[in-house]
């Protein structure tokens, strides 16, 4: 069939084959299906929808576009997590270390950051030396002799997917759950781990606005999941603000390891216990409450930290920073944002006021950050971002700060005005 008469079934509501997938995916990774081509497609598939089967197929075709990653060498069940993302979504700094103190191996591959949400590699790499760039073979033997790491998504692995989340984002088909579900479960199948774990984010600082998307997102990547073999479960978490209280790089680094030493900002703590735990199950190590219960165990005796500090080391990280925070690079300004008057923070809007200043305005002057347009990431500089002093509901006066900005003088100046301009 031609590529025009499979946008033409499409836009009519029709079902595609696993065949017909094959020759529209297939075909856009050759070049034989042209951007045009596959953006028209793209559009009838976010005005008609797919089946929950024509879906888990698509994500199939997508994941074997690329390299399917064999972890049988790593012994045991191995147990990925992935998150939809947020603003100051740091969990995988905390919950990896905690499920592997437990005995699950963690062969985890992560990526940079999207829009206004950030990327675990940019906040590991913020650990002078740390290498996120690991050969399979380093990788395995890695999680073999400590039972962790978490390196960069190998440039193979469904390479489709990079291609059509490139023109998804061009064309307005970004917000489109078959192809949402099919983009992320396509690189976890891909990955190779026996089960998974989705943190679906709900929220202003998430892709997933409401409840009711992520909800709908969840269910159909369970499903893809489950049709393809893997134990897969989802929890909706809330991103209407940001997660804990600091937001950048390196200032999400040190506020996990805060986490791990016991101390870390509650909200944070919860979320990362909750996930932590689930995780567990998933590993057959207990029922929820025993798995909670580890996971709190491993934080309180220190060996969760203690991992944390071993996986670093291994990818050449200098751990002192995870101890001594003032080892870690220093911003070139910083600014206390004050309140103007007494009052009540009642909502943080986390993309609005937070996420349109660490992504939407990235330019270089703006504190050291660049888009790379070829693979739609963003990379930050390790030092910028803010850290936040009041949380929802507290009480401030006109003497109080409400949040420090880090960052170059230039990138404060944008920030201010970027503040002011909100008013």
């Given at each position: 069939m031609r590529v025009y008469d499979l946008i033409a079934k499409k836009r009519d509501g029709g079902t595609h084959s696993r065949e017909e997938l094959e020759q529209i995916v297939n075909g856009y990774v050759s070049g034989e299906v042209t951007d045009y081509q596959m953006a028209a497609w793209?559009?009838?598939?976010?005005?008609?929808?797919m089946t929950d089967e024509e879906t888990a197929e698509l994500t199939d075709v997508m994941a074997h576009s690329g390299v399917m990653v064999d972890l049988s060498p790593i012994p045991g069940i191995k147990v990925d997590k992935h998150s939809t993302g947020g603003v100051g979504d740091k969990t995988t700094l905390v919950i990896a270390p905690i499920v592997a103190a437990c005995g699950v191996k963690i062969a985890k591959m992560s990526g940079r950051g999207l829009g206004h949400t950030g990327g675990t590699i940019d906040k590991m790499e913020s650990v002078p030396g740390t290498k996120t760039a690991l050969s399979q073979e380093e990788f395995f033997a890695q999680v073999n002799k400590i039972g962790l790491s978490v390196i960069g998504q190998s440039e193979g692995i469904a390479v489709a997917d990079k291609k059509m989340y490139a023109l998804r984002d061009v064309t307005a088909t970004v917000s489109c759950i078959p192809l949402i579900a099919s983009s992320i479960m396509s690189k976890k199948l891909a990955s190779g781990s026996d089960a998974i774990l989705l943190d679906v984010t709900t929220g202003t600082g998430a892709f997933m606005k409401t409840v009711e998307q992520s909800i709908e997102l969840a269910k159909l990547m369970v499903s893809?999941?489950?049709?393809?073999?893997?134990?897969?479960?989802?929890?909706?978490?809330?991103?209407?603000?940001?997660?804990?209280?600091?937001?950048?790089?390196?200032?999400?680094?040190?506020?996990?390891?805060?986490?791990?030493?016991?101390?870390?900002?509650?909200?944070?703590?919860?979320?990362?216990?909750?996930?932590?735990?689930?995780?567990?199950?998933?590993?057959?190590?207990?029922?929820?409450?025993?798995?909670r219960a580890m996971a709190e165990a491993v934080i309180a005796d220190g060996s969760a930290f203690a991992k944390c500090k071993e996986m670093f080391a291994a990818q050449g990280g200098d751990t002192r920073v995870l101890d001594d925070y003032s080892l870690f690079e220093k911003p070139a300004a910083s600014y206390e944002l004050l309140a103007e008057e007494d009052g009540y923070i009642v909502a943080n809007d986390a993309e609005k006021n937070v996420g349109s200043w660490l992504a939407s305005l990235a330019t270089e002057a703006f504190a050291g950050n660049v888009w790379n347009i070829g693979t739609w990431e963003f990379q930050s500089a390790p030092w910028a971002g803010m850290s936040f002093h009041t949380a929802g509901h507290n009480r401030y006066t006109g003497t109080t700060t409400g949040a420090t900005l880090a960052g170059t003088t230039n990138y404060l100046r944008i920030a201010q005005e970027a503040y002011a301009n909100a008013q």
């Open positions: 793209m559009m009838a598939v976010y005005l008609r929808g893809i999941g489950t049709h393809h073999g893997r134990r897969v479960a989802a929890m909706i978490t809330d991103m209407d603000t940001p997660l804990g209280h600091n937001i950048g790089n390196s200032l999400e680094v040190m506020e996990s390891m805060d986490v791990l030493k016991g101390h870390g900002p509650a909200d944070l703590t919860e979320v990362c216990l909750q996930l932590a735990a689930n995780m567990l199950v998933l590993a057959d190590k207990g029922s929820p409450a025993e798995c």
